[in-house]
């Protein structure tokens, strides 16, 4: 059973107001996503890190940043919330050369 | 980098029925190959997933996909649903280091 936690499951946030999604894993992964998913959609990778101290940006254009200064944790942060930022946001993490992803339960973001 | 295309976007079946659900990626290199399930409200679950050996693969709950090489593909199947796999799976592709995933079918089994 993967241990992979992401908070808050829910978000409802105004106009302009800075977010920060928190992601936490316990299984020591070195390797760790972000992807978003509108419903019924494809998952969308926005960010990832190799390790401590590494991100990169993924495939879909985002006005988010993440941090990974400890092995365990990936925050993402919306320095300005848009309604065009209302989505599901899901953490993943897994070890490098190209296993599987574990994931977490998602947090479903609304900006008013 | 690398894509990934489901074909169906939903599918309806009564339970008992066959299910063949299609996968294709892009990437002319070594690849790893998976299937995710969303049942509804739930993370993403592994359901299986092909590395290297036996391009028949069989995962958790009946489920099997096959890795064709030459035809880029990874197609999930499953010889008998049930309503309980009423669920949205996802195919994804781990090439280069990073996870890619298609646009998802969503199943939906009628009792």
């Known amino acids: 059973e993967a241990d992979i936690y992401q908070t808050p499951r829910y978000l409802v946030i105004g106009t302009g107001k800075k977010i920060t999604l928190e992601c936490s894993q316990t299984?020591?992964?070195?390797?760790m996503y972000w992807y978003q998913q509108d419903p019924g959609m494809e998952l969308h990778l926005i960010h990832y890190?190799?390790?401590?101290?590494?991100?990169e940006k993924g495939d879909l254009s985002s006005e988010s940043t993440v941090s990974r200064i400890r092995t365990e944790h990936f925050p993402l942060t919306l320095e300005s919330a848009r309604p065009s930022h209302t989505s599901q946001y899901l953490c993943?993490?897994?070890?490098?050369?190209?296993?599987?992803?574990?994931f977490g339960q998602g947090t479903r973001l609304t900006v008013v | 980098a690398q894509s990934v295309s489901q074909h169906n976007h939903h599918v309806i079946l009564s339970e008992a029925a066959s299910l063949e659900l299609g996968c294709n990626y892009s990437?002319?290199?070594?690849?790893?190959l998976f299937w995710y399930v969303q049942y509804p409200g739930q993370h993403l679950q592994l359901l299986l997933k092909y590395f290297s050996g036996d391009p028949l693969v069989k995962g958790i709950k009946g489920f099997e996909a096959e890795f064709i090489k030459s035809k880029f593909s990874f197609n999930l199947r499953k010889p008998s649903v049930q309503w309980s796999d009423t669920a949205e799976y996802f195919c994804a592709v781990n090439a280069q280091g990073d996870m890619r995933f298609g646009a998802g079918t969503r199943l939906t089994v009628k009792p």
């Open positions: 990437y002319g290199g070594t690849v790893n």
């Open positions: 299984m020591g992964h070195d390797k």
């Open positions: 890190s190799y390790g401590v101290n590494s991100t």
């Open positions: 993943a993490s897994g070890q490098p050369l190209n296993t599987e992803a574990f």
